[in-house]
């Protein structure tokens, strides 16, 4: 599976900075050691976050790090569209900055290969037994896996930067409108959300529907409650 995401440095202002920067580099390493991650294509945001990711360079697995050329901070445009030109067939997960995949039951990779199905995943906190986006679901998803069988037409869609809340609902309906039928088996593919240092931003909500119709998101297709495939 290649993994297609981003990296930057965190710059705050705050003390923490250089610890939530650190976080960001837990999660790049974990995914280049996962014998179910076959590259990682890294949008970066600046030269000074591509040194830092150069610090890796000793590392075993340090040949799975594919820098994306030109610093950007990348809209999901941009992430597709690299998908659709570089990535053509292959299994791919576009997921956040801050996400390491932590368990994978294998045969659901291989699912993919053989259905026109794609999986919207919730995740775990860094203490991997806490994990209320699972547990008490609410239409959060930080992964999504699909093999790349896309028409340009997604595009249109995803004119969007990460980590905008709501995102989820727009990912899930462009992958709906490819023809993918959408799971969340969040039970046998853990991904783990790194983020213990108490830096956020705050964003607005672009989801397609308001935050206040929840009848409406609760009979919509990008409702995808935990499953077990």
Request: aromatic residues 12%; charged residues 20%; proline residues 3%.
């Amino acid at each position: 599976m290649h993994i297609v995401t981003s990296f930057y440095l965190s710059n705050s202002g705050s003390y923490e900075d250089n610890d939530r920067t650190e976080e960001l580099m837990y999660c790049v390493n974990h995914n280049m050691n996962s014998p179910f991650i076959e590259k990682i294509h890294l949008f970066i945001q600046d030269e000074a976050a591509h040194e830092r990711i150069k610090t890796l360079s000793h590392c075993e697995h340090y040949n799975k790090i594919h820098v994306i050329e030109g610093y950007i901070v990348p809209t999901y445009i941009d992430i597709f569209t690299y998908i659709i030109t570089n990535l053509k067939n292959e299994v791919c997960m576009v997921t956040n900055s801050d996400i390491y995949l932590y368990e994978c039951q294998g045969h659901l990779l291989e699912k993919l290969k053989n259905e026109r199905a794609a999986y919207a995943l919730s995740r775990y906190e860094a203490d991997i037994h806490y994990a209320p986006a699972v547990d008490q679901y609410h239409g959060s998803h930080d992964a999504y896996i699909f093999k790349v069988e896309l028409e340009d037409s997604i595009l249109k869609e995803l004119n969007y930067y990460q980590n905008h809340p709501g995102i989820e609902s727009r990912i899930i309906n462009a992958l709906c409108n490819q023809g993918f039928t959408m799971y969340n088996p969040s039970y046998q593919i853990k991904i783990v959300h790194q983020h213990r240092i108490q830096i956020r931003n705050h964003r607005e909500w672009i989801g397609i529907h308001d935050q206040s119709e929840n009848e409406r998101w609760l009979n919509s297709k990008w409702n995808l409650p935990p499953c077990i495939l």
